[in-house]
């Protein structure tokens, strides 16, 4: 089933201190939005990437895909201030009826068995977004005093892509800015309309390059993907 994706990448780094943007940063021998982007250019059911980005860098990005061979970005947006209005901005952009992908640049380990059950869950339901279930023990400490130990089992840590039908999205995004509302993840704003939201399961290796943590754990990941593709290679 095909569809398309959102893709804001008009961050700071500021969390990375790298002092630009993040997305430019080199992953084994590519920038982060390369990584990114090679995961969906090399998927048949992706018809077009809209990529938000700072009106500044746009020409430096084309660059970076013109020098990688990335074809599937169909448009550049000019990205808000927020996660959220770069988004938006995407959504006014265009004019299909696909199902959307709304997908973090900096999220470049997600696995396409992922991407294909989000597609037919929003498909089937409206929405739907990838997610993997909190390991660890969970208390609810508001004032930094804990109130509750909250069970682990029904508690789920939130990725991207975050799937759903246009029409669904496109409400949410209108009423939330209608309303002055800003939320943390599309979902959100879905989910103040009233609209069930499904979670597809996904890996704990769909890790944000946030911090220069995530670099050296990205780098882990990296050479695991290698040494499997070596082996593959061998039978």
Known sequence: MDYIVMMPA????????????????????????I?????FEKDPACKGVFLAVKQEEQSEIQAVLDQYKIAKVSRFVNGGSERQYSVAACIESYDGDDIVLVHDAARPFIHQAVITELVRTAAKYGAAIAGVQAKDTMK?????????TVDRETLWIIQ?????QIKVLRKAS????SDSFLGTDES???????????????T???????????????EIL???QRKSKLKEGDK
């Open 10 to 33: 008009a961050g700071s780094g500021q969390r990375m201190g790298a002092g630009y943007n993040k997305l430019f940063l080199m992953l084994g021998n590519k920038p982060i939005l």
């Open 204 to 218: 704990y290796d769909n890790v944000k390059m946030t911090t220069q943590e995530d670099i050296v754990f990205g």
């Open 140 to 148: 609810l400490a508001p004032l930094g005093v804990v109130e509750e």
């Open 174 to 177: 209108n009423q939330a800015k």
């Open 35 to 39: 990584h990114t982007l090679e995961v």
């Open 222 to 224: 990296l050479e695991r």
């Open 188 to 202: 959100m704003l879905v989910e103040r309309l009233g609209y069930p939201v499904r979670i597809v399961e996904s």
């Open 160 to 164: 991207t892509p975050q799937a759903f």
